[in-house]
């Protein structure tokens, strides 16, 4: 037990059970934000698709425990949870985040109000990541309700402030889930036009072959 | 700054408070928002107990006393040992409950004791409309019976005139601070609590809070509790006297449970006893097919069921014989144990069974589960 004394009893922040790191995780890490049980059932899994000639990270798997945090981070609005889903890929991002500044895709503003915090804003900010919050959604439509096709047409997303795009700099834009891709695409169409040439995408789970297979 | 107690479920623990823009809220309640019930429900109060047997003379006189308790305003423990028909018990003051229009619920912490009291209840109470609520099955709230798990309480604020509590002994409602509260708020009237291995400090709590303990010590076919035999052994031979122990009883024709304290160490042993005998399955709160196999074993497709603790509590199964693997792991304390081997003679047309427990070392928790169990057999 004398090796236990030294390290501090720390809370998981997503299952609330203290716990104490081992060894090297208290080396590694300087504060452990989730048990070991917890980190065990995210399933992780990197993937790079293409989507319209952008190359999109997908950095979970569309099941399991993951889903079940961002439903009580998004919608029953547990605030603390925010520094969660980024947790196992801080480091990488930290690196990539020196050549690349992250964009956000943009919700509705009835949303934010609702919720009272941007989701995307607060789980970039939990890691001190450089990040821009210039586009904005117009036209709000249900997005359930609606197919595909209609909704690119309806949908119009604007950048804010050109003058804090560097056309010459490279972004990286970073959504939660991607399910129909259409707010991506038109984030996407309204980067392009700004004149950004180097972008890539980041995006948390993808729900799109989920669906598919469903519907097959 | 001020100290914050949730509204909800009356947590004031900072470990357990987050803070958004600067404004304090809970954290550990908040898994536990839905749709809630209509409190102006009114109940069918055309109920009537049918019951298709008698109950023995102890159960009556016990059933009355509940009821009478219940009519003068207290709360109530009941303790009765393993298969002495608990629940028969305050099926009277249910329908008392009923036939005043009160509402009633009967709240349990495990899901697969609801899903296997709902037939149970249905069948005593024929024209009162009874709905089961648990964690995946929560579209009818209102009822004249509700029967729910403890996670589904705080759907049922102020509600219930009268909420029964079956096994409150049992994980998860046992050591969460959060259910006990919503227990607390969703009652409006009176509560009952059951238990078979209820402690001392149970029992004074219920005492201070405007309260009476029933004791019941005989089952109700009056036979003895089965006493379990203990095996010591290695760790690596108790594997095969395991398979021995399971090889005489499939022989009899018996039915059989094994219980492992892990999942890896019942994956390991099933897939060890599965070589020499099929007809047999691994349930576990992991397997999906669990209720499957559940359903089988209880329809005679399958001889026997290596589990998990799952299956410790609220299983009526005819001739069924128990083997504890590993009785001497730590996550078994006594009330389980004495939970376990109560799974064995609950009909009275096979009374008797046998309970093995098989073990590495002497271990304390065993001895004082065979200790009550033999206490209570003393009072017959």
């Known amino acids: 037990m004398k090796s236990k004394s030294t390290i501090e009893v720390c809370n998981c922040l997503a299952c609330l059970k203290s716990f104490y790191p ?42 399991g425990i993951l889903k079940e945090w961002l439903l009580n981070y998004k919608e029953r609005l547990d605030f603390e949870l925010a520094p969660v889903f980024l947790y196992v890929y801080a480091p ?6 020196k050549k690349r500044t992250v964009i956000l895709v943009p919700s509705s503003d009835e949303k934010i109000k609702e919720r009272g915090f941007n989701h995307l804003e607060e789980i970039i900010k939990a890691y001190d990541l450089p990040y821009l919050n210039i586009l904005k959604k117009e036209n709000e439509i249900i997005q359930k309700e609606q197919s595909g096709l209609n909704r690119l047409q309806k949908m119009k997303i604007t ?58 | ?46 109920a009537k107990l049918e019951l ?74 024929k024209n009162a409309k009874v709905s089961a609520v648990y964690g995946g099955k929560t579209t009818i709230l209102n009822a004249d019976i509700i029967i729910l798990t403890t996670h589904q309480l705080y759907r049922y604020n102020r509600y219930f005139d009268l909420l029964i509590l079956d096994e409150i002994d049992a994980f998860p409602y046992s050591e969460s601070e959060i259910l006990h509260s919503f227990f607390k708020k969703s009652v409006r009237g009176n509560y009952i609590l059951m238990s ?12 201070e809070d405007n309260g009476v303990v029933f004791s019941l010590y005989i089952r109700y076919h009056r036979n003895p509790l089965p006493v379990p035999q203990i095996t010591i052994f290695n760790r690596y031979g108790l594997f095969f006297t395991c398979l021995k122990k399971l090889q005489k009883h499939l022989k009899m024709q018996r039915k059989v449970f094994v219980f492992v304290p892990t999942i890896a160490i019942g994956k390991i042993l099933y897939s060890y006893l599965s070589i020499f005998i099929d007809k047999g399955a691994f349930v576990s709160a992991k397997e999906e097919k669990r209720r499957v196999e559940i359903e089988h074993f209880k329809n005679g497709e399958l001889d026997y069921l290596v589990t998990t603790s799952i299956l410790e509590r609220g299983v009526t199964i005819r001739n069924l014989q128990v083997i504890v693997f590993f009785a001497d792991h730590e996550i078994y304390d006594a009330s389980t144990l004495v939970q376990i081997a109560g799974r064995v ?11 093995d427990f ?18 209570y057999n003393r009072s017959l």
């Open chain 2, 345 to 355: 003679g609950r009909k009275s047309d096979c009374p008797k069974g046998d309970v």
């Open chain 2, 52 to 125: 298709s047997y008698d109950l023995s003379l102890e159960q009556q006189k016990i059933s009355t006393g509940v009821l009478n308790a219940f009519k003068a305003q207290k709360n109530i423990l009941i303790h009765a040992v393993t298969g002495a028909g608990k629940t028969e018990l305050v099926y009277k003051t249910m329908e008392y409950c009923l036939n005043q229009g009160l509402h009633v619920g009967f709240s349990t912490p495990r899901k697969d004791v609801v899903i296997d009291l709902l037939p149970r209840i249905q069948s005593a109470f």
């Open chain 2, 358 to 375: 098989l073990i590495t070392e002497e271990n304390d928790e065993v001895n004082k589960a065979v200790d009550e169990i033999k206490k």
């Open chain 1, 22 to 63: 081992s060894n090297i995780r208290s080396l590694l890490e300087r504060e452990p934000l989730l048990c070991n049980e917890c980190l065990k059932a995210l399933s992780l899994e990197k993937q790079k698709t293409i989507i319209e000639g952008v190359e999109v990270t997908t950095l979970y798997k569309y099941d």
């Open chain 1, 92 to 97: 990488l991002l930290k690196i990539t985040c």
């Open chain 1, 159 to 216: 950048v804010t402030d050109k003058s804090k795009l560097d056309p010459n700099k490279s972004y990286l834009l970073f959504d939660d889930v991607i399910t129909t891709k259409t707010t991506f695409l038109c984030s996407l169409d309204a980067l392009k036009k700004a004149g950004v040439k180097r972008v890539k995408g980041l995006v948390l789970m993808d729900n799109q072959n989920v669906r598919e297979r469903k519907l097959l």
């Open chain 2, 1 to 46: 700054m001020e100290k914050f107690i949730c509204p909800k479920c009356g947590n004031s623990n900072p470990r357990f408070i987050g803070h958004k823009k600067g404004l304090p809220y809970c954290r550990a309640c908040i898994s536990f928002t839905g749709k809630e019930a209509n409190p102006s429900f009114s109940v069918n109060r055309q």
């Open chain 2, 196 to 207: 078979a291995t209820a402690t001392e400090k149970d029992m004074k709590e219920i005492e």
